[in-house]
């Protein structure tokens, strides 16, 4: 059996941040807060020192969506943002939030209830259906953002680090804006992954780990010009037999 010097993986494909030198003149990533998107579904809070008046303003959470059992998903208990950016308020009616930060949204919201409603309001906003899916050479998951915040090695690192035969210099992420999809690769091996735009995740978002061609020709697959030489021989030798 001959086995090929490139089965083995090297330093350089498996190591991250390989150039952490250049660390301390780096600038640290952008911060990152999360936009509210048609399709989210928000959890929205208004509570008061008296409860009774700030009930109008609350979700019913007890009413569920079908099926028995206490543990319903949160993200089918909230406002639904719908395809022209609104969500539809108990008192206040439709609201626009598209685009906006919770903590824009929140602050909008105390303000309102403030001036008409409750003076003591205090608004809580949540983005309870912020997911990435990661797939590839991982452990491949969707992956439930609780702080509406993550980065690609955070999510790679929730979903079981990448495989030997992942490459960490081709991190491919796709995400849809607005009606246009768009996509980045990200390398791993190196420090300026914190200075890619696509370094912190949105929702939805997708990361693939392609894999390397050590794994893609052990799966069957034809990488080599040896393989193609291969089959073309035989197939000649074939027709040569059967046209005597």
Known sequence: MIFSISSCSTKKEIVYFQDFE???NMAAPEDFVAKIEINDVLRVDVSSMDQELSAPFQLNLNQS????????????????????????????????????SREELEEELTTVLREKYLKDAVVRVRIVNFKVTVMGETGSSVIDVMD?????????????????DGKRNNILVI????????????DLT??????????????????YVEPTYRKVKSAGFITSWQGLVSIVTTAFSLLVLFSR
């Open 175 to 186: 995400r849809q804006v607005d009606d246009e999809m768009k996509y980045e690769t990200l």
């Open 22 to 24: 250049r660390l301390p």
């Open 148 to 164: 509406e915040r993550i980065s690609v090695p955070q999510a790679i690192a929730m979903s079981g680090d990448i495989t030997y």
């Open 65 to 100: 969506s079908g099926g028995g059992g206490g543990n319903q998903n949160s993200s089918m208990t909230g406002y639904l943002v719908n395809s022209e950016g609104y969500i539809n308020f108990p008192v206040l009616g439709e609201i626009y939030v598209e685009g906006k």
């Open 190 to 207: 190196s420090v300026d992954i914190f200075q890619n735009p696509f370094y912190w995740l949105k929702q939805n978002d997708i990361v």
